[in-house]
């Protein structure tokens, strides 16, 4: 019981913007969206996250719909590197639970 | 500063033996959790430490034990292990823990093999 839905897998092209989607309708007002990133064989490396506001930093934009019942991650200029599975986690006050992510593969 | 380190990062054993795996959380961290990661069911939560009380626990047998030490250290332990037990198990650790909001930040992870 994730609580989020994610695409199993997208393509994108390199220096293309990379949109990932993911839909989370029975969010609760306090949770929070997190989104990770595990390169092969390393441990999921932390991206961004957001309650309802539009966040941006220095890897990714998150954008967040009005009913927060869905959010996209945003890579604007994904490079070779940026290939990982994606995991978009809804959090509150206990554990993290992972779903099982969106794997990006990005293209030359 | 440095980051979250786990030993050791592979291990080899057989079924019924036991096995106990280490993890060091960033300095000042609080908070240690374990998850385990298998293809065919991803990352699981297994527990979560804070102040050397277990905050919470996710839904694997009893057979999957942990502790955390003064200094935040924190140990996991299987017992009687199982084939279906071999995985990357990966520490996390976080300023407070259970939190609303409360970045966690991953170590490399433990790949452990059952034979």
């Known amino acids: 019981d994730a609580k989020t839905t994610q695409p199993t897998s997208m393509d994108c092209a390199e220096g293309r913007a990379a949109n990932l989607p993911c839909n989370h309708s029975?969010?609760?007002?306090?949770?929070?969206v997190y989104w990770y990133r595990q390169i092969h064989s390393q441990g999921p490396q932390y991206i961004i996250h957001g309650l309802k506001n539009n966040e941006t930093n220095e890897m990714a934009s998150l954008i967040i719909t009005e009913d927060r019942k869905s959010s996209t991650l945003i890579l604007p200029h994904a490079t070779l590197r940026d290939t990982a599975v994606y995991y978009c986690i809804v959090k509150g006050s206990s554990d993290m639970r992972f779903g099982a992510g969106t794997r990006l593969t990005v293209k030359p | 500063k440095a980051g979250v380190t786990q030993t050791p990062r592979y291990l080899i054993k057989t079924r019924g033996q036991q096995v106990t795996l280490s993890c060091s959380p960033i300095s000042g961290h609080r908070s240690v959790s374990w998850y385990q990661q298998t293809p065919g069911q991803g990352l699981q939560f297994l527990f979560e430490?804070?102040?050397?009380?277990?905050?919470n626990k996710g839904n694997f047998p009893g057979r999957f034990s942990g502790r955390q030490f003064s200094n935040s250290r924190s140990e996991m332990n299987v017992s009687t292990l199982e084939l279906g037990d071999s995985a990357l198990y990966l520490c996390?650790?976080?300023?407070?823990?259970?939190?609303?909001?409360?970045?966690?930040?991953f170590g490399p992870g433990t790949r452990l093999t059952v034979l």
């Open positions: 996390a650790s976080s300023l407070i823990g259970g939190a609303w909001y409360n970045e966690q930040f």
């Open positions: 430490y804070f102040s050397e009380t277990q905050r």
């Open positions: 029975t969010i609760s007002g306090n949770e929070y």
